[in-house]
């Protein structure tokens, strides 16, 4: 495949990979009448694609391969940038470990922690983070060992205090992906995975449910919010959003409980009119804080919605042991 693992060239060799690079952007995202758009579009693509993002390398400024990454890093940013100025440059080099001293738009964070509590509390990880300079690209993130599995409830709660975090320091976390994402059942080289497919089957972790309960943070407001509360075992956020089925307003409270007991939350809102109309609440648990789905119980860990009476400004609301809850409450500005 022409794939080289912790081999480099000299650099004064870079020049044809850097080429091989800008000639990848254009068969992406070239004109179908360019040298590598028009390929693209004999093989049936001549719409190019939305390419927005080009990560350099992987891991490299991680290892011994620092110093050759940072020679030879310019190279390709300088040439990306000079034909594609709006494409967003990523460097590997991980500004929440050590400040960067080269361009980049983004920066990748990996993390696979193998305790619930510690990926819990790294919700707290960009809460002091420099307000300036490249954004997170939280590309590659989920707890891993004995406590993860093939994808246990506990995973799933306690990345969700994690992405409370996250969507939390928005202004610094640019986007964030679980990884990995797929695997097939039959070749498991990897645990956990977010989507685990047969050859006629396939279902979700808790984890990817998890991730589902957020696709709404993507354009959301993040509002105000303080929890008064024991910070190691609760994480909660509010966020508004508009409903693309109905246009409506909507205050979307999520709160995540590692704890073994229902907690007991007073909720207090200040600035908003609520509307009487559909308010729901969903809950992500199940009996056991191991449970895991599987091709034999496909919906054992999944989230279920149920209506939620008596919103207000001021209420009293039970969260669950071992679960991630939304409330969902439409609402006017005053």
Same mark, same amino acid.
């Given at each position: 495949?022409?794939? @080289?693992? +912790? ?11 850097? $080429? ?17 758009? @028009? ?6 693509? *001549?719409? *190019?694609?939305?390419?927005? +993002?080009? #990560? ?21 940013? /300088? ?11 990523? @460097? ?14 983004? +920066? ?5 922690? $193998? ?9 707290? /990880? ?7 300079? *490249? ?12 406590? #993860? ?21 928005? /202004? ?25 497919? /047969? ?6 972790? %808790?984890?990817?449910? &998890? ?16 929890? $008064? ?64 789905? @599987?091709?034999? =119980?496909?919906?054992?860990?999944? %989230? ?13 609301? $039970? ?11 439409? +609402? &006017?500005? =005053?």
């Amino acid at each position: 495949m022409g794939i @080289s693992l +912790y081999e480099h060239v000299n650099i004064s060799d870079i020049s044809p990979f850097v $080429q091989e690079v800008l000639d990848g952007i254009e068969f992406a995202r070239g004109s179908p009448t360019s040298k590598w758009g @028009s390929i693209r579009a004999s093989m049936g693509h *001549p719409k *190019p694609f939305d390419l927005r +993002y080009v #990560a350099v390398g992987n891991e490299e400024c991680e290892r011994d391969l620092k110093a050759i990454y940072l020679e030879y890093y310019p190279k390709f940013y /300088d040439a990306i940038k000079q034909v594609y100025p709006d494409i967003q440059i990523i @460097s590997n080099c991980d500004a929440a470990k050590l400040p960067i001293n080269h361009p980049a738009d983004l +920066y990748d964070y990996h993390r696979y922690p $193998q305790s619930a509590n510690e990926i819990f509390h790294m919700a707290q /990880d960009f809460d002091h983070a420099s307000r300036t300079g *490249p954004k997170a690209f939280v590309s590659e993130y989920a707890l891993t060992g004995e406590e #993860a599995g093939y994808g246990t409830l506990l995973a799933a709660v306690a990345e969700a205090a994690f992405l409370i975090g996250l969507e939390k320091n928005s /202004d610094v976390v640019s986007m964030v992906s679980y990884a990995p994402l797929f695997v097939n059942t039959n070749d498991r080289r990897w645990n956990p995975d977010a989507i685990v497919y /047969d050859s006629h089957q396939v279902y979700g972790t %808790p984890s990817y449910w &998890v991730l589902k309960l957020f696709k709404e943070s993507s354009g959301a407001t993040l509002l105000n919010s303080i929890l $008064q509360s024991n910070s190691s075992t609760l994480a909660a956020s509010a966020i508004s959003w508009k409903s693309s089925i109905d246009g409506k307003s909507i205050l979307r409270i999520k709160v995540a409980n590692l704890k073994s007991n229902t907690v007991n939350v007073d909720i207090f809102i200040d600035g908003l009119e609520f509307e009487n109309s559909k308010l729901t609440k969903t809950i992500l648990t199940s009996a056991n804080i191991m449970d895991e789905n @599987s091709f034999s =119980q496909l919906n054992k860990v999944v %989230p279920k919605e149920s209506p939620f009476e008596n919103a207000g400004k001021i209420m009293n609301v $039970q969260i669950d042991p071992h679960s991630v809850t939304l409330f969902d409450i439409p +609402y &006017v500005y =005053q």
